[in-house]
RNA sequence: GGCCCCAUCGUCUAACGGUUAGGAUCUACGGUUUUCAUCCGUAUUACAGGAGUUCAAAUCUCCUUGGGGUCACCA
């Protein structure tokens, strides 16, 4: 069975990184019926907090993506890091460090002085004296001082590690007994049968000291794939600064789980020239194996169209709902049907949706001066006065169709184009020049409202 | 700096020794639309550089250059 996770430190928000990996670690297990993790890695006491650690979880909760059984913190697995601590220190594979701060800098400082790599200098790896007084032991695990560590990874092939040139003897619990990093990845991972570790590739590094773990443990070496980096422009790791990176903002924004899932899935991955994947699909057509090995640079335009693809193939029902996190309560079930289908079409967000609604649905309380100025001479108003005059005579009004025959007949009777008519009318309906069918929105705002926009822009203008 | 990874249109990518280097997005133009948007069509733009191997290289090897990651009692 595939085992697989997502484990970030609870230090901020979900990051949109993070939701890549997380999310190809989901389709791995659920393409094969496995079960997918989710692990907060909480062992630093000063760094981490309980709202970063729910807010991953509202975001997936956002996103759909589920997780198998309870969300696991490491920080209530204090004993069981502490039993394995202690395993090793019986078999000798592990020992206490006396070194104090001071002497460590210290001794770092001469390494760099002579420009050497900094590493620990193995000074208690085999001590038996007696401690110096006052200090309290970290725990270290005792390293290969020579040979080679192979990470057999998955995306980026074998990576060949020289253990002189990387590895020193790390500390796996801190003089406060609390266990570090590298060391509870590995037993966390190895004890929830985790066999499909997905992650980004900045972890390639520390993959050997992990291994290094598993090894003196006795633990099966999962299968390692690390994806490549998601850049910014500059070409950087992405950050904070790099414009929106919190997943939650993507949802004030206004775009669809679907559109976002469906973008970061495409960074780094493809499947021949499908650009459209729905969760079905993705869970159908992923494979690690076909990530890409380099870093994909972030840019949403792609998003964009992605984001309006999804909204103009939402069912309206969906859509309205979606809506009322905008502030938009859309009410009667045909005017909520017509308005909905002329304006999925133009719309990039839910956010823009909401937005076009209310430009229809609202009189308007300004008219763009430059369009009144180009439109409103010769006989505007004269048009607009016919049109209102066979609008009030006019019954059974529902369809667009029917208040499209209205315009088609002054057209006619005035022998006027299309445009004459067109034009003014739209500045009396919406305020400007562009937007959707008038025909459909004087359906979706009814004959009274339409008259009354039509008055209103007339005492306006004359 | 040491170690490691990476390199195709602006961006996301296809190609798995033989293609006029394909698709998508973006941009521009045209068509449709009374307008805008949608939709459709057209166009511009890429194998980082250099040596090899081979009948044949974007694809394999090496070098150079460029970029990135990582080097904690952070995760």
Same mark, same amino acid.
């Given at each position: 069975m595939i085992v697989t996770r997502f484990a970030p430190s609870p230090t901020g928000y979900l990051h949109i990184g993070g939701l890549r990996t997380a999310l190809l670690s989901y389709?791995?297990?659920?393409?094969?019926?496995?079960?997918?993790?989710?692990?907060?890695?909480?062992?630093?006491?000063?760094?981490?907090?309980?709202?970063?650690?729910?807010?991953?979880?509202k975001a997936f909760d956002w996103l759909g993506l589920s997780y198998d059984g309870e969300v696991i913190y490491q920080s209530s697995r204090d004993e069981i890091y502490a039993k394995y601590i202690k395993q090793l220190l019986d078999e000798g594979k592990a020992y206490y460090c006396y070194m104090s701060k001071e002497e460590l800098s210290e001794?770092?400082?001469?390494?760099?002085?002579? &420009?050497?790599?900094?590493?620990?200098?193995?000074?208690?790896?085999?001590?038996?004296?007696?401690?110096?007084?006052?200090?309290?032991?970290?725990?270290r695990i005792k390293a290969p001082q020579s040979g080679t560590i192979t990470v057999k990874d998955k995306v980026k092939g074998d990576v060949v590690f020289n253990a002189v040139d990387i590895l020193d003897d790390f500390v796996i619990a801190r003089a406060d007994g609390s266990p570090t990093y590298n060391?509870?990845?590995?037993?966390?991972?190895?004890? %929830?049968?985790?066999?499909?570790?997905?992650?980004?590739?900045?972890?390639?590094?520390?993959?050997?000291?992990?291994?290094?773990?598993?090894?003196?443990?006795?633990?099966t070496i999962p299968n390692f794939y690390h994806v490549p980096m998601i850049h910014n422009h500059e070409g950087?790791?992405?950050?904070?600064?790099?414009?929106?990176?919190?997943?939650?903002?993507?949802?004030?924004?206004?775009?669809?789980?679907?559109?976002?899932?469906?973008?970061?899935?495409?960074?780094?991955?493809?499947?021949?020239?499908?650009?459209?994947?729905? %969760?079905?699909? %993705?869970?159908e057509l992923f494979n690690p194996k076909d990530i890409n090995k380099s870093a994909s640079i972030y840019n949403t335009e792609k998003l964009d169209w992605l984001n309006a693809h999804y909204i103009k193939n939402t069912p309206n029902t969906e859509l309205a709902e979606l809506l009322r996190e905008y502030d938009l309560v859309l009410t009667s079930h045909d005017k909520k049907e017509i308005l909905l289908d002329v304006i999925k079409e133009r719309a990039k967000t839910l956010k823009e949706l909401a937005e076009l609604a209310k430009e229809v649905l609202n009189t308007p309380t300004s008219y763009d001066? &430059?369009?009144?100025? &180009?439109?409103?001479k010769e006989n505007a108003i004269e048009v607009l006065n016919a049109f209102?005059?066979?609008?009030?005579?006019?019954?059974?009004?529902?369809?667009?169709?029917?208040?499209?025959?209205? %315009?088609?007949?002054?057209v006619h009777e005035m022998g006027i184009g299309f445009g004459k008519i067109?034009?003014?009318?739209?500045?009396?309906?919406?305020? &400007?020049?562009?937007?959707?069918?008038?025909?459909?929105v004087m359906a979706i705002i009814g004959k009274n409202e339409t008259l009354l926009r039509i008055a209103q822009a007339i005492t306006t203008h004359e």
């Amino acid at each position: 069975m595939i085992v697989t996770r997502f484990a970030p430190s609870p230090t901020g928000y979900l990051h949109i990184g993070g939701l890549r990996t997380a999310l190809l670690s989901y389709l791995w297990a659920k393409k094969n019926n496995g079960k997918f993790f989710l692990r907060i890695e909480d062992t630093d006491k000063a760094r981490n907090s309980v709202e970063a650690a729910e807010a991953i979880v509202k975001a997936f909760d956002w996103l759909g993506l589920s997780y198998d059984g309870e969300v696991i913190y490491q920080s209530s697995r204090d004993e069981i890091y502490a039993k394995y601590i202690k395993q090793l220190l019986d078999e000798g594979k592990a020992y206490y460090c006396y070194m104090s701060k001071e002497e460590l800098s210290e001794l770092r400082e001469t390494q760099m002085a002579a &420009k050497e790599r900094t590493m620990y200098n193995g000074k208690y790896r085999d001590f038996n004296g007696t401690p110096p007084e006052g200090i309290e032991p970290a725990i270290r695990i005792k390293a290969p001082q020579s040979g080679t560590i192979t990470v057999k990874d998955k995306v980026k092939g074998d990576v060949v590690f020289n253990a002189v040139d990387i590895l020193d003897d790390f500390v796996i619990a801190r003089a406060d007994g609390s266990p570090t990093y590298n060391f509870v990845v590995a037993v966390d991972d190895a004890l %929830m049968g985790v066999n499909e570790v997905i992650r980004g590739d900045d972890h390639l590094s520390n993959t050997p000291k992990q291994i290094i773990v598993y090894e003196a443990l006795g633990f099966t070496i999962p299968n390692f794939y690390h994806v490549p980096m998601i850049h910014n422009h500059e070409g950087k790791k992405l950050s904070k600064r790099d414009g929106a990176t919190d997943v939650m903002e993507y949802k004030e924004m206004g775009y669809t789980p679907a559109a976002l899932l469906n973008f970061l899935v495409r960074l780094g991955w493809s499947h021949g020239d499908q650009e459209i994947f729905s %969760m079905d699909e %993705m869970k159908e057509l992923f494979n690690p194996k076909d990530i890409n090995k380099s870093a994909s640079i972030y840019n949403t335009e792609k998003l964009d169209w992605l984001n309006a693809h999804y909204i103009k193939n939402t069912p309206n029902t969906e859509l309205a709902e979606l809506l009322r996190e905008y502030d938009l309560v859309l009410t009667s079930h045909d005017k909520k049907e017509i308005l909905l289908d002329v304006i999925k079409e133009r719309a990039k967000t839910l956010k823009e949706l909401a937005e076009l609604a209310k430009e229809v649905l609202n009189t308007p309380t300004s008219y763009d001066e &430059k369009a009144v100025h &180009k439109v409103f001479k010769e006989n505007a108003i004269e048009v607009l006065n016919a049109f209102g005059a066979k609008l009030t005579k006019a019954e059974e009004l529902h369809l667009p169709s029917d208040y499209h025959h209205i %315009m088609e007949e002054v057209v006619h009777e005035m022998g006027i184009g299309f445009g004459k008519i067109g034009q003014p009318l739209r500045i009396a309906l919406l305020g &400007k020049l562009s937007g959707p069918g008038l025909d459909s929105v004087m359906a979706i705002i009814g004959k009274n409202e339409t008259l009354l926009r039509i008055a209103q822009a007339i005492t306006t203008h004359e």
